[in-house]
């Protein structure tokens, strides 16, 4: 969680962002099951929560968002092979 909290931080710096307090409601609510994080090559960070099926993606400087269905069975196959590390 204390990773999740950093990244957080340096994602989302500034108190008066939009998604900030969303990001940071999401991990507290979801502290007790595992998480995944993936960056991406064009540097979209995924955060993912198998326990609750929720996840969020964001882009660095362009845009913030909860993952849609189709994202969330993506990330949900992956780990149900075992393709993701926590």
Do not use: C
Request: proline share 7%.
């Amino acid at each position: 969680m204390e990773e999740l909290r950093s990244l957080g931080e340096e994602l989302l710096p500034y108190a008066e962002h939009p998604w900030r307090e969303k990001f940071f409601t999401y991990i507290k609510e979801n502290q007790d099951t595992p998480f995944f994080h993936a960056t991406t090559h064009d540097r979209i960070h995924i955060f993912y929560s198998p326990a609750k099926n929720r996840g969020m993606w964001f882009m660095i400087g362009s845009g913030y968002g909860p993952l849609q269905p189709k994202g969330l069975a993506i990330l949900s196959a992956i780990v149900q092979r075992g393709g993701g590390r926590k």
